[in-house]
């Protein structure tokens, strides 16, 4: 290979494939070699950009795990390594061309061919420019990949997904329901992913209203929730996941998710929630209504009373205050409903005063909010959540 500065000679690889219908449109499952599967491919690290309220996040693989790699890389040398789930990676339509193979009569297969991928060296614009080594971009399997890099045993096949010319919020589509369905994967990373999409979806209002309580100044969540699952660098005092928050704002939105996303990236309209329904999905119609900024008011109103009414517990850092932490929050959000309910319909936004003047009728001070009183775990925040229904005497029907 000839390698001047961005340019080299053409390269290409071809391999044979089999191509796949399903609803989500065509696919490639091919069998390539590892060390040229290797050598095609590269992984979008996630990385931050920007610090504005709503943070711009580009690529959807998780950081590679050099632990887990080298665990894998041995692996691969016993005599029964076997890697039999495939890898999935998306190839732009200009690298890929397919050569269908000849039937016995004559006429060309419509399934069952050979693909050969080539880099792409005379765009018009020499940043559309793909190296050899950038053709396939990894959605899952960067860990194995990364394994196979040295390998030097014997023949060692991988059968690999290849999808051609598929967007960015497809990419991250596929990437986030292998994740959640097939492996333990980070949920924070799985939720931050549906920010990538195009359509709206409950997930998405949850994420977007996360970050934006965790990004903006003022905010009582201000920078205390833990993008991606994980401690943010340079940061001190994050308590909560985004994988929490999201979860138990969904609640409030949908019980069926997944459903509703499929409906809104058919086009389809969601129903208005009937006078039942919404007693106990209190921000669906206005997530119906795309009144994703009035969800956002109310949980910050009603989070800023919590902090005027107990100040010193939601600002406890260490151990033996639990408040701020996920029982705390839970048994916080849990109650959110009958309070809200009790304050207003479905649809308004109560007022932080509101709020404040419910929350001053619980007989809890700041000292309360310890281990002890309120364990860690589903016990602690259950027991929250029955005291603050009790003291305030909220209908919780």
Known sequence: ?????????????????????????????????????????????????????????????????????????????????????????????????????????????????????????????????????????VLDGQHRIAALKDYTGTTFELNVTIFVGIDVPDQAAIFSTVNKTQTRVNKSLVYDLFALSKSRSPERTCHEITVALDSTEGSPFYKRIKRLGVATEGRFGETLSQANVVDMLLRYISTNPELDRDDLKRGRRLPLANSQEVQRLIFRNMFIQERDAEIANVVWNYFEAVVKRWPSAWSAGGRGMMLNKTNGFRGLMRFLRPAYLHLGSPGDVVSVEDFLRLLRTVKLDDTSFTVDKFKPGSTGETELYRTLVQDTGVDIS
Request: aromatic share 8%.
């Open 1 to 137: 290979m000839i390698v001047t500065a961005d340019r080299e000679t053409l390269l290409s690889i071809s391999f044979p494939v089999v191509r796949i219908r399903q609803p989500i449109g065509d696919f490639f499952v091919a069998k390539i070699e590892a060390r040229p599967l290797y050598e095609i491919t590269w992984v979008d690290i996630r990385r931050i950009g920007g610090e504005r309220p709503f943070e711009s996040y580009l690529g959807i693989q998780r950081p590679l795990d050099e632990k887990r790699a080298e665990e894998i890389r041995q692996y691969v040398h016993t005599i029964d390594a076997t890697f039999p789930t495939g890898i999935i990676v998306a190839v732009s339509e200009v690298c890929a061309r397919m050569a269908y193979n000849t039937l016995s009569d004559g006429s060309l297969s419509d399934s069952v061919g050979t693909m050969t991928l080539s880099n792409y060296q005379e765009p018009e614009d020499p940043k559309d420019r793909i190296l050899f080594g950038n053709i396939a971009k």
